[in-house]
């Protein structure tokens, strides 16, 4: 198998999933066996996925571009709300090019990795498919309501460290805390969570869209204020 | 003061239980530390003072430290559980911090603030900037002359007929923005629906996103604005006759309605997108 890297690198989910067949596995593992930016990829494929508590929502079933690209530039009509109609996805014609993603992206942005799994989906049904969260192994979900799970190291470089502390601040501070509040606020973080999750599978989609570029970044910095809220209101009443 | 029941000890030295305390031009009133159901109304005396409801005593400590009166327990440990009126002059600006705390807050001239883990928080017929910032538990403006600021992680936020510029964020919450006359707009909340009724001013900004949900917006038919909207899994729906162009990449399209003199932004994730004509609430 003539694979380029990044060929190998979207086998990997598939291969922690049990999905390949016995000649790919075959040649993965010898591949692996030679190559140690992939294996480390793999690790990192690994360690993400035990750390994946909780996977955001299934991918949204529609895509609007195709919907409204018949009607740019065609006056709307003012009868009414004038709805643009989207197709759903499942129809035929509509999978994306490719992914390609490179070395340093993934390292950057370990959660990506989890969109390997969508990957493999592709293959076997295109277009913009919902994911089957089943596809990926999850760990149990974290017990102890006084860790904050860190997921900073994917966040945006500007932000990674910021979050990192308020992580680190909370996790100190939330002892102290009634439970019901602790319970309130992981709970807005696994919702900002989905939505991050959401963000980087769409974009992953979409490397393009400066809009979802936008969003995944306007989600890291939501993430952000919520922690610094959060860590406001421990100070207050601690 | 009939049927108060009150006990305000000053640290100061100055006033004897069950009087009122003198507040000054320049001093702020400030409650912390108490957990309950209170209500801070303005009145025009120069002076602050605490009536328990229903007559059942309240005891708590005012100290003044400069120019701040703050009403609270002994220390941040020893919290009290109190449900009170706190009369204060309309001039005085007010700040509270509570744990547990449902505050009302009615006819304030000068501005407050309240931050607060669970309850829910009502502010109507006030001036001056407002900022709140709450965990869980509804949040309803009303009535507001300048600009409002909320932060809600967990629950609604309703912000009615307010003249000023109006920031909302919620986390997991809805985010209805009514009446509301300001320069500049901005909502968002992670999973929820959003809805804007209101003027768009010349140069002004107005943004509204949400991650889940759909997104609202109702604005006057004469309306001047450069309007962008993005999504990536939604609907569009327009009540004005719009040319849509598509931005460089991805899903995000934008039009011109009138000359364009506002600029209005509304961005959803997964839900729909309404943009509709009118004055009020449709």
């Known amino acids: 198998m003539s694979a380029t890297h990044e060929e190998w690198i979207l086998q990997l989910s598939g291969y922690i999933d049990g999905g390949l067949s016995g000649d790919d596995r075959s040649a993965l593992e010898a591949h692996l066996a030679e190559c140690g930016e992939c294996r480390q990829t793999l690790a990192d494929f690994r360690s993400v996925v035990a750390r994946a508590g909780e996977l955001g929502d299934m991918l949204p079933a529609r895509d609007l571009w195709p919907g409204i690209a018949g009607a740019i530039g065609a006056p709307v009509s003012t009868r009414g709300a004038k709805v643009i109609a989207l197709p759903t996805v499942s129809g035929a014609g509509q999978a994306p090019a490719g992914i390609f993603l490179s070395r340093p992206q993934l390292a950057a942005a370990a959660g990506i990795l989890m969109l390997i799994s969508a990957v493999a989906t592709w293959t076997v049904g295109p277009g913009l498919a919902a994911v089957d969260a089943t596809d990926v192994a999850t760990a149990p979900a974290q017990e102890s309501e006084t860790r904050f799970a860190s997921e900073a190291a994917e966040a945006p470089p500007s932000l990674a460290e910021e979050l990192r502390s308020l992580e680190s601040a909370l996790g100190d501070l939330g002892n102290g805390l009634d439970p019901n509040t602790l319970h309130i606020i992981h709970r807005n973080l696994s919702v900002i969570d989905r939505a991050i999750e959401d963000s980087r599978r769409a974009l992953a989609l979409d490397p393009g869209s400066d809009f979802l570029e936008e969003h995944l970044v306007r989600a890291w910095e939501r993430k952000r204020d919520y922690l610094q809220s959060a860590v406001r209101v421990v100070e207050w009443n601690g | ?282």
């Open chain 2, 1 to 282: 003061m009939s049927g108060l029941a009150l006990a305000l000890v000053l640290l100061s030295g100055l006033a004897q239980p069950d009087t009122a305390v003198a507040v000054g031009r320049g001093d702020q009133v400030v409650v912390q530390h108490i957990s309950g159901e209170i209500l801070v109304r303005g009145w025009e005396r120069a002076e602050l003072e605490v009536v328990g409801d229903d007559g059942e005593a309240v005891e708590v400590r005012v100290t003044r430290a400069g120019n701040r009166l703050v009403i609270g327990s002994d220390d941040r440990r020893g919290r009290r559980n109190a449900d009170f009126t706190l009369y204060v002059p309309r001039w005085a600006p007010v700040e509270i911090v509570g744990l547990e705390l449902d505050v009302r807050l009615e006819g304030l001239d000068a501005g407050a603030s309240v931050q607060n883990v669970e309850g829910d928080i009502s502010v109507r017929g006030t001036a001056g900037s407002l900022a709140v910032t709450t965990v869980d538990g509804e949040v309803t403006v009303e009535s507001v002359r300048g600009a409002v600021r909320v932060d809600a992680q967990a629950d609604d936020v309703v912000v009615r007929d307010v003249i000023g510029d109006v920031r909302v964020t919620s986390g997991t919450g809805d985010i209805d923005l009514i009446q509301i006359d300001g320069d500049h707009v901005f909502a968002e909340t992670i999973d929820g629906e959003l809805t804007f009724v209101g003027p768009l001013h010349a140069g002004g900004t107005y943004e509204f996103s949400t991650h889940s949900g759909d997104a609202d917006v109702t604005v006057p038919p004469e309306v001047s604005a450069e309007v962008s909207v993005s999504t990536f899994d939604g609907d569009f729906a327009s009540d004005f006759p719009v040319t849509l162009r598509r931005s460089s990449t991805g899903q995000r399209f934008s039009f011109t309605l009138g000359g364009g003199a506002a600029s209005l932004s509304i961005r959803v994730f997964d839900g729909e997108i309404r943009l509709r004509q009118g004055r009020g609430r449709p």
